[in-house]
């Protein structure tokens, strides 16, 4: 399937490729298919990009939580487990969804850097090619990450 991203352009799709999440995304309940694409022009950095299939306009920023110093401990209920054909738990894969923080969203130096939805990972059955975004209620905060500037 060839389609045109806005994140790395012009590119073909094979169907092998797809990760379908039953559920969609919270608030992209309505797209269920997607693909994790690495753009080319920096194969070697932690970040890819989880492309809609449904929707070509839409894109994540994505990277894994050991990119960013985080290890994750949680447990699927056996719904979650079953929406995504997961028995095995060696064949899931996690993933955060990442943005660049905007300059503009306040005046303080929390408006600006990395940001990353650690209260929300995406869980992906590789064998399976099934997914999901579960959120954790446990915690009810976004972490701001900032690189050290060195001297």
Not at 11 to 16: F, R
Not at 120 to 145: E, S, Y
């Amino acid at each position: 399937m060839k389609i045109e991203s806005p994140a790395v352009g012009s590119i073909d799709i094979s169907e092998d490729r797809i990760i379908e999440f039953p559920a969609g995304l919270p608030g992209f309940e309505d797209l269920h298919k997607f693909a994790i694409l690495h753009e080319e022009s920096s194969p070697n950095n932690n970040v890819f990009v989880l492309q809609s299939m449904d929707d070509q306009t839409l894109a994540f920023s994505i990277t894994t939580p050991d990119a960013l110093g985080v290890h994750y401990d949680f447990t699927l209920n056996p719904e979650e487990a079953k929406s995504i054909e997961l028995q095995n738990p060696a064949d899931a894969s996690v993933a955060i969804i990442i943005r660049k923080g905007d300059n503009g969203e306040d005046n303080t130096p929390f408006g600006a850097g990395l940001r990353a939805n650690f209260m929300a990972p995406l869980i992906i059955n590789t064998k399976a090619r099934k997914g999901l975004q579960k959120v954790i209620t446990r915690l009810g905060c976004d972490i701001t990450l900032r690189a050290i500037e060195e001297e």
